[in-house]
C-alpha cells in the first residue's frame, strides 16, 4: 500500500475551481472518479491523516499511487464529465455510485419514422442518439426550446402524433412554427428525418456550417429586399448561440453578482452561494449550520454576509449582492459592503428575469443540501443510536424506545376531523406501519377528546391481538380460538413511547386512554410546536432539550411526520366529500354504474325524474338497484337552481352531471 503523502501535490498546484478528479494505481488503472466545487479543498480533504478518514476511504488512498484532475467552467460539465469517466473507466471505488442512472440525456429517437427529440434517463437504447448527459432536465429543455426555431423536429409523444394525424391539425407547437407538422404531412419522412440528422449535427459541435450558411441566406435575403426572411434567418442566428452558450452564461449582462439563497426548518439552515463574475457561475460553495438562536431568513442572510466578506477587499466583494430576504440594517450592511470593495454595492432581492431564475436555481441547492445533510443525519446508525439514548435519559424510561408511535390530529375549521399515526423503529420511518383514523364518537373541534379517542382504539385493538394470540387473557373467557397464520398483526406489536402532537391537555387524554384500558408499560410524551418542549403526564413543567440534541431532532421528525399524513389523509377526505353527489350514497352502486347512469340520463336531475323502468333500461342496471336508485334520489334534496352572476337569470340543468354525481353549475 501506497503512503498518500508520497503522490500528495503541493498545495500551490491545485486549483481553486470546480472540476472532476481521478486517483490511479500503481498500474496507472483508474480507481476513483469524483468532481468537486473547490478542487483545493476536495482533494486536500483525502490527504489527512488516514486514521481520521472512513475506512473505504482510507482504503482508496493506500491504494492510489497517483491524483489528477481536470479544471471545468461550470458544475453541470463537472457532472458531465464525472459521468463520462465511470462510464469509461468503471473505477473500483465507484461500485455505489447511486446516480449512475439518473442523469437525463437529450435524445433522439433516430430509430423511429418520424424522429422525436426527447428528455430520456436510464439504460441506453439502439437506435437512439444520445447527447449528454446533463445535470438538469431543465437545461435539455431549455436548449431545445431554443433549437427548435431553426431544427422544427418533432417532439410530441406517440399519442398526440397520433392524435393529430386523425384529426388533421397539428398540435400548437406546429401552429407556431416551432415544429414541421409531419403529422399532417406538411413535410415528408425523409424531409423530416433530414430535419432531425442537422439537429443531432449541430448537438455534436458541428455548429460552423449552420451558422455561416444561415448568414449567408440572411445577406443574400437582405440584398433582393426580402427583409422579413433576413430578420427571421438573423433571429434563428441568435437562437443558435443562445444555446450554444447556455451551458455557460448564466446572466446575460456579464454581471458581478453573488447570490445567496437559505433553506431552513425549527434546528437548521443551509446557505448556498453561487459566484457569478462576467455572466457565468464561476463557483458554489455552501453550508449547514444550527440554528441555536431564534433567527429568521433576513438574520441569516446578515449572518453569511459577514461570514463571506468580513475578510475580503476590492473585486473580491462584487457589485450586486442579490439575497432571498434583507436584513434589518440593509444600509449599514450596504455601506460596510462598499467600504470593503471601495466601491457603491448593490445589496436587493431580485425580482424577474434572469436574475430571480437564477435565485431559485440557487434555493434549490439549499433545500438538496438540507435535505442530504438530513439524510445522512437520520440513516448515520451512530447518530439514531445516539438520539435514543438521549430521549430515554430525558424521559427516564427504562431503555432506549426502539419502537415509537406518534399521534396528530388534523381537520379543518371542525369539519373531516381525521388523526394519524406513525410508527418509527430504530430511529427510521417503518411506513408500512402507518395508521388512518376517522374521529366516529362525536362531531366538532376537540382535539383532546380525539386523542383520547384514537388511542384507545389504537391499544384496545392491541389487546384484541394478544388475546388472539393467547398471550393475554380477557376478563370473560368467550371461547375464541387463538388465531396464528404467521402473519404480523396489524396492532400487534407495542410501543415504547407514545408520542403526540401537543402539550399537556392531549398528553393528559392519551395518557388516561392507555390507564383505562390497564396498560401501564408504555411512556407517553407530547411534543408543543411553539417552543419545541416536551411535556409529561401529570408534570407541570415541560422538560426542555438542548436546541442541537439528536433526541430533539428525532422527535421533531416523527412529530413532523405524523402531521404530514395527518394533513395529506384530512385534505383527501375533504376532496372526496366535495366532489361527492346524490349517487355516492346508493349502496352498491359503483363507480362504473353510476357513470353509466349519469351518460345515459344526462344529468342527474333528468335521472331523478325518470321512473323505475326508465332505470332499468340502463345496461347493467336491475330492477332493485333501480328501486335503490329513485329511492335515494327521492330522498337526497335536489340543489338549487344555478344562477348566472352576471345576469342573474336562472340556468337551466342541461349540461352533464360529473360522474361522481355531482350537479353542475355555472
Known amino acids: 500500500m501506497a503512503d498518500p503523502s508520497s503522490y500528495r501535490p503541493q498545495p500551490g498546484q491545485i486549483p481553486d475551481s470546480p472540476g472532476v478528479y481521478k486517483f490511479r494505481d500503481e498500474h496507472r488503472r483508474v480507481i476513483y472518479v469524483g468532481k468537486a466545487k473547490s478542487l483545493r479543498q476536495r482533494l486536500a480533504s483525502y490527504f489527512q491523516d488516514v486514521a481520521g478518514l472512513h475506512p473505504r476511504t482510507a482504503t482508496m488512498v493506500t491504494t492510489a499511487a497517483s491524483v489528477e484532475w481536470t479544471v471545468v467552467s461550470t458544475e453541470v460539465e463537472a457532472l458531465q464529465l464525472e459521468y463520462s469517466w ?37 439504460p441506453k437504447k439502439k437506435g437512439v442518439r444520445y447527447f449528454g448527459p446533463y445535470g438538469h432536465a431543465w437545461a435539455i429543455r431549455e436548449t431545445v426550446d431554443l433549437m427548435l426555431r431553426v431544427f422544427p423536429v418533432r417532439t410530441c409523444s406517440a399519442g398526440v402524433f397520433k392524435r393529430s ?49 444561415l448568414e449567408k441566406e ?46 431552513e426548518d425549527e434546528l437548521e439552515a443551509a446557505v448556498q452561494i453561487f459566484h457569478v463574475r462576467g455572466g457565468r457561475v464561476r463557483g458554489q460553495r455552501g453550508w449547514v449550520t444550527d440554528k441555536v438562536e431564534a433567527v429568521d431568513t433576513a438574520g441569516l442572510v446578515e449572518h453569511a454576509l459577514q461570514q463571506l466578506y468580513g475578510e475580503e477587499k476590492g473585486e473580491a466583494v462584487p457589485k450586486e449582492v442579490l439575497v432571498p430576504a434583507l436584513p434589518e440594517d440593509t444600509p449599514v450592511l450596504s455601506q460596510w459592503l462598499a467600504d470593503r470593495r471601495g466601491s457603491q454595492v448593490s445589496l436587493r432581492i431580485p425580482q424577474r428575469g434572469d436574475k430571480k431564475a437564477l435565485m431559485e436555481t440557487v434555493h434549490r441547492n439549499a433545500q438538496q443540501s438540507l435535505a442530504l445533510h438530513k439524510t445522512k443525519r437520520a440513516s448515520d446508525l451512530t447518530t439514531r443510536s445516539r438520539a435514543l439514548e438521549e430521549i430515554a435519559e430525558a424521559l427516564e424510561l427504562d431503555g432506549a424506545p426502539l419502537r415509537i408511535e406518534c399521534f396528530d390530529i388534523s381537520h379543518l375549521q371542525g369539519d373531516d376531523v381525521v388523526a394519524s399515526m406513525v410508527v418509527f423503529e430504530d430511529g427510521l420511518a417503518r411506513k408500512s406501519e402507518y395508521r388512518r383514523f376517522q374521529i366516529k364518537s362525536f362531531e366538532g373541534q376537540d382535539d383532546v377528546r ?101 433526541g430533539l431532532y428525532l422527535l421533531q421528525r416523527v412529530r413532523d411526520e405524523a402531521h404530514r399524513f395527518a394533513i395529506q ?48 333500461e340502463v345496461p347493467g342496471i336491475g330492477r332493485k338497484t333501480a328501486e335503490t336508485v329513485a329511492a335515494a334520489l327521492a330522498g337526497a334534496v335536489p340543489a338549487g337552481p344555478a344562477v348566472n352572476t352576471a345576469t342573474g337569470e336562472i340556468i337551466e340543468d342541461e349540461n352533464p352531471a360529473p360522474a361522481g354525481g355531482g350537479t353542475s353549475r355555472q
Open 569 to 616: 389523509y384530512q385534505r383527501n377526505k375533504r376532496g372526496k366529500r366535495l366532489k361527492s353527489g346524490p349517487l355516492d350514497e346508493v349502496p352498491g352502486l359503483g363507480e362504473s354504474r353510476k357513470q353509466a347512469l349519469v351518460k345515459h340520463f344526462g344529468s342527474v336531475k333528468k335521472l331523478r325524474q325518470a321512473t323505475i323502468d326508465q332505470i332499468c
Open 450 to 550: 380525539s386523542m383520547h379517542e384514537v388511542v384507545s382504539r389504537r391499544f384496545r385493538r392491541y389487546l384484541q391481538e394478544k388475546l388472539k394470540t393467547g398471550e393475554w387473557e380477557a376478563e370473560e373467557d368467550d371461547g375464541a380460538v387463538p388465531e396464528d397464520d404467521g402473519r404480523p398483526k396489524r396492532f400487534a406489536y407495542p410501543p415504547q413511547l407514545v408520542v403526540v402532537d401537543g402539550g399537556q391537555p392531549q398528553v393528559a387524554a392519551a395518557k388516561r386512554a392507555l390507564e383505562e384500558l390497564g396498560i401501564d408499560d408504555v411512556a407517553v410524551c407530547g411534543l408543543a410546536k411553539r417552543l419545541e418542549e416536551v411535556w409529561l403526564p401529570g408534570e407541570e413543567d415541560p422538560v426542555v432539550l438542548p436546541r442541537t440534541s439528536e
Open 86 to 122: 465511470i462510464k469509461e473507466f468503471d473505477p473500483r471505488f465507484n461500485v455505489k455510485y447511486r446516480d449512475d442512472k439518473s442523469y437525463p440525456s437529450l435524445a433522439v429517437t433516430l430509430n423511429e419514422e418520424y424522429p422525436r427529440v426527447q428528455v430520456m434517463r436510464g
Open 165 to 213: 394525424a386523425q384529426i388533421g391539425r397539428p398540435c400548437l407547437l406546429g401552429y407556431i412554427g416551432k415544429c414541421s407538422a409531419p403529422c399532417v404531412g406538411r413535410v415528408t419522412p425523409e424531409e423530416h428525418r433530414e430535419l432531425a440528422e442537422d439537429f443531432c449535427d449541430f448537438m455534436a459541435g458541428r455548429t460552423g456550417t449552420y451558422l455561416s450558411r
Open 218 to 263: 440572411m445577406h443574400e435575403a437582405a440584398e433582393e429586399m426580402e427583409y422579413e426572411k433576413a430578420a427571421r434567418l438573423r433571429d434563428d442566428m441568435g437562437a443558435l448561440r443562445r444555446a450554444m452558450e447556455k451551458n455557460a452564461v448564466v446572466l446575460a449582462d456579464a454581471t458581478d453578482a453573488d447570490l445567496i439563497a437559505v433553506a
